[in-house]
């Protein structure tokens, strides 16, 4: 996994490039029939494709974790500003005092006393 050479837009084309069971078992059977003959460059990258366990599996991970700065970097912005947020909110007097006279105002019109969260 060398993200030096190969960029996300390679593994990509790599995954498109993977050959279905069908195509490379009627490759293996011509190779069978015909082994005289030898095969064309394509064919002979589809078989080395699929000599390689779990390609299809490797390449999803390899563009994960190309992908995964990126994500990381978004998630991390979110949960930043959601816990800045909370702080602010937390050290507002103001805020606070709105929230008491929302709740005394409520307690008068449901006549009752709710001093509100513990």
């Known amino acids: 996994m060398d993200d030096q050479n190969m960029k996300r837009d390679g593994i990509e084309k790599l ?4 050959g279905t069971t069908e195509e490379i078992e009627m490759i293996k059977e011509a190779e069978r029939n015909n082994p005289d003959v030898p095969l064309g460059h394509a064919e002979q990258f589809l078989l080395i494709l699929d ?14 974790k190309l992908d995964f700065t990126a ?9 930043n500003s959601l ?5 602010k909110i937390k050290e507002n007097k103001i ?3 709105l929230l008491s006279f929302t709740r005394d105002i409520g307690n008068y019109l449901n006549k009752s006393k709710n001093d509100g969260f513990q």
């Open 51 to 64: 000599s390689i366990s779990d390609l299809d599996c490797r390449l999803k991970l390899w563009a994960f």
């Open 71 to 79: 994500i990381e970097t978004d998630i991390l912005e979110a949960m």
């Open 83 to 87: 816990k800045e947020g909370s702080k």
């Open 15 to 18: 995954q498109s490039l993977i």
């Open 95 to 97: 805020f606070l005092h």
